[in-house]
């Protein structure tokens, strides 16, 4: 019993280096199939290319308006389905095995997933930088502390909401469809209720209080003042603080279920 106490309290002493651990462990794939990444962009530049012409014509508005209202919007989205399908990694690795020998090896089991989570925000960062690049010749103009910070609120966005996909493939292990019914039916309803490819002010009365308090609309609410250089807009820190809530709550979450798992 005192030998496993010792085991344990060394695994938490270690957590950082155990996180940094699993961290490169997940980043190799990544760096050996770049073109993955490259793929993945394929659906925001759709998005772009569809939504963008659309909202210019129906609004009148010059396109670098448009442009600096709707690219935010597209960052989030990036971040959103990127972090919210980040289970399906895992549901993968309980499938072939390879889960439950980490299981036993001798790192903390916290470390598992938040060095999962970190991971999974090096191909959002990329693609979201990739994205606010491509858009800047067609009249967007974000400001580097502004984008600086962005990426920051998305990190810590992407991190709690990978920690819940993390937690769904947890849950479903035993029935792998289910986490892609789950993954599905709440990401679109957030997308659409956050207002970041449509305006909400001229919706009904139902969807403005369901965008009040869907966390996601106040993130994307702050890029697009911190993209817009209003670095100190009150919806800024609104927008930390509703990132900063779902990464707690994520990662306890998280946490709770890798340490069940078995």
């Known amino acids: 019993m005192t030998a496993l106490t010792a085991t344990l309290t060394d695994r938490d002493t270690h957590l950082p280096r155990d996180i940094w651990n699993v961290f490169r462990r997940e980043l190799q794939p990544l760096l050996h199939d770049p073109f993955s990444l490259i793929f993945s962009l394929v659906q925001p530049v759709i998005f772009l290319g569809l939504f963008g012409p659309l909202l210019i014509g129906s609004s009148g508005d010059p396109a670098p308006e448009v442009l600096a209202w709707f690219v935010p919007g ?10 919210s399908a980040t289970g399906s990694n895992l549901l993968y690795e309980m499938q072939t095995g390879s889960h439950e020998r980490t299981l036993v090896a001798p790192i903390a089991r916290s470390s598992l997933l938040i060095g999962r989570a ?18 800047i010749p067609f009249g967007f103009q974000p400001g580097i502390p502004g984008m600086l910070l962005t990426l920051v609120l998305l990190a810590i966005f992407g991190i709690g909401l990978g920690a819940l996909s993390y937690a769904l493939a947890l849950a479903s292990r035993k029935t792998d469809w289910m986490f892609w019914v789950v993954q599905q039916a709440l990401i679109f309803p957030l997308m659409i209720l956050s207002g970041m490819l449509l305006p909400l002010e001229q919706g009904p009365e139902w969807m403005r209080v369901a965008a009040s308090i869907n966390p996601i609309s106040h993130i994307v609410g702050a890029s697009r003042e911190l993209l817009a250089g209003d670095l100190g807009a009150p919806v800024v820190l609104g927008g930390f603080a509703a990132a900063l809530a779902l990464a707690a709550v994520g990662l306890w979450v998280g946490i709770t279920a890798m340490k069940k798992s078995h």
Do not use: D, N, S, Y
């Open 118 to 135: 970190l991971k999974e925000m090096v191909p959002i960062t990329v693609q979201v930088a990739v994205i606010a690049l491509v858009t």
């Open 74 to 83: 597209i960052l989030v989205m990036i971040a959103l389905f990127g972090a």
